[in-house]
């Protein structure tokens, strides 16, 4: 028997729903959100009952000591091995012993989805027991705090397991079939129509019942998850290519091209959009409840009467959460055309491997300033001080510009293009701080954004790319003699595309230095 393949692909199509199958539909999603929080309850109420259990905890305790004993790069002896695997299992039967797992939460929800059975079919309900599983299993083996009851505007997908059960997408009359209700699917754009046909002409595996928020109310869609990968949609370059990942841009340097940009650069107007209504709705929220402030405008934390909110409130609330999807849809639409830009150029990569979860945390060392500052303080009197430095570092950028998953949509992108992503680690390769024509390392402040390299002026992220393309056979240093033969062809690359971005006025004097 043939293995199933593992990739899979999705095609999410928008089903044309009438004001009745709006509150079908609305119902379904009603009922799954009291099933998730059923299944929630169940299993906080094992989890407090396996915290109490002494015999696990002992064994917990034990596990956790025989893996803190060794190193990383230490491996565990033979004794040691058979000692963690006898403990594992001895944990998993207790376990087992009190229903905690992923069979056991879907045998316990049977009996709570027979009510919701014209709603729910039985692979979607056993979907939600699954992922429910998922949230223990991140408790209890990854960096699971806690597992949440979730509210029934938080649910915005029902799962489905196979083509024959749950939510159905039939080909022949493009309909979608759920609980014996046929579906009216709208027909792709004119633009998009070949490719979505071939991409539906493999095997379906499951399908999705997804939902999305407009300004109007909840929209319907159906992902057909179809097995193998997605039909390409262009040829994909041979070059290698080189990149330097930054908090807002992306320098990428091959053999014939040089690439500057910013990513997600129209992220402005989304912001500006969510500020406006989170303004609005904090005046609504103000005007509804005036009990419930000081007044110097904070909220009263002893008044405990429950909160009450305008129908303008409730529309700007389902407009934030358009624009806070819309935003997140326009950053990966974004990401993926560039991704596509590079791809047509390059199929292999390499790409330093940046840490942007430590980024994005706020410094831990508390610090003064070397700048002299003049402070003014009540009397008049002035003071000549350190001010400490701030401790916020680029949590803001990350959040807006979103580099890590522009890496991760390159990642799979290229595996369907039979390339490769290859990470540098920052720490040896040092990019940033090495010249070739001198063959040394020099720390330049980050406010730098240009170097002078061999008599020529060079941007500082696309010489790192540069650097990281001419990688030597370890990966930890720039080999030397190709930077040297290739720097001038690069040099000419750079100034084209500078003096191009310039005529087109695309500046950001911040990230790019001009």
């Known amino acids: 028997m043939a293995e ?38 169940h299993v906080r109420k094992l989890l407090v009952q396996l915290e109490h259990d002494k015999e696990y905890q002992f064994l917990r305790n034990d596990y956790i000591a025989l893996l803190s004993s ?67 299993e991140k408790y209890l083996f990854g960096n699971g705090k806690s597992i949440h009851f979730k509210k029934y505007r938080d649910f ?35 633009s998009s129509q070949d490719y979505v046909y071939e991409a539906l002409d493999s095997d379906i595996s499951y399908c999705d019942v997804k939902r999305r928020m407009f300004p109007d109310g909840w929209h319907y869609y159906i992902n057909v998850v179809l097995k193998g990968s997605a039909p390409k949609k262009f040829i994909a370059g041979d070059n290698v290519c080189g990149i330097d990942p930054g908090m807002s841009t992306i320098a990428a340097v091959s053999d014939d091209k040089v690439v500057l940009e910013e990513l997600a650069p129209d ?69 993926n055309a560039l991704v596509n830009r590079l791809l047509k150029n390059a199929k292999y990569f390499i790409i330093e491997d940046m840490d942007y979860a430590a980024l994005a945390k706020q410094s831990k060392k508390t610090e003064r300033s ?95 790319a540069f650097l990281i393309l001419n990688a030597d056979d370890t990966l930890k240093h720039p080999d030397r003699d190709k930077c040297v033969y290739t720097f001038e062809s690069f040099v000419k690359r750079q100034d084209g595309l500078i003096s191009e971005m310039k005529g087109n006025n695309i500046s950001m004097k911040q990230c790019f230095g001009f």
């Not at 959100?33 to 929630?40: A, F, G, K, R």
């Not at 009990?291 to 407009?319: A, C, M, Q, V």
């Not at 003071?383 to 950028?397: A, E, T």
């Not at 390339?419 to 406010?447: E, W």
Request: net charge positive; charged share 30%.
């Open 156 to 190: 915005d997908t029902i799962g489905g397991k196979s083509n024959k059960n749950g939510m159905r997408f039939d080909k022949d009359s493009f309909t979608a079939i759920w609980m014996g209700h046929g579906y009216r699917i709208d027909c792709p754009k004119r």
């Open 4 to 41: 199933k393949p593992k990739t899979m692909h999705v095609v999410c199509l928008h089903i044309k729903t009438t004001a009745d199958e709006d509150r079908l539909i609305d119902r379904s999603f009603r009922a799954l959100s009291h099933i998730h929080n059923v299944l929630v309850k």
């Open 267 to 335: 992220i402005g107007k989304y912001n500006k959009k969510i500020t406006e209504i989170l303004h609005h709705m904090d005046m609504s929220r103000h005007m509804s409840n005036p009990e419930k402030y000081k007044p110097d405008g904070t909220i009263d934390k002893n008044n405990h009467d429950r909160w009450t909110f305008s129908k303008t409130y409730y529309r700007l609330r389902r407009e934030l959460r358009y624009l806070y999807r819309t935003k997140s849809e326009y950053i990966k639409h974004s990401h």
């Open 370 to 464: 070397d700048k002299i500052s003049d402070v003014v303080s009540k009397d008049g009197t002035v003071k000549h001080v350190h001010k400490y430095k701030r401790k916020k570092r680029f949590g803001k950028s990350l959040n807006n510009r979103a580099p890590a998953l522009f890496i991760r949509q390159l990642e799979q992108k290229v595996s369907t293009y039979d390339g490769s992503v290859t990470k540098i680690a920052t720490k040896d390769f040092r990019a940033s701080q090495y010249d070739h024509s001198t063959d040394t390392y020099v720390k330049v402040p980050l406010s730098q954004r240009e170097k002078v390299i061999d008599g020529h002026t060079v941007q500082r992220d696309l010489y790192s």
């Open 70 to 136: 060794h190193k990383d790069e230490e491996k565990l002896s033979k004794d040691d091995a058979a000692y963690k695997k006898s403990l594992s299992d001895q944990m998993s039967e207790i376990r087992r012993g009190i229903g905690l797992t992923e069979y056991s939460l879907q045998s316990y929800i049977k009996v709570c989805g027979k009510q919701f059975n014209k709603l729910l079919s039985s692979q979607q309900i056993q979907k939600e027991a699954t992922r429910v599983w998922h949230s223990v």
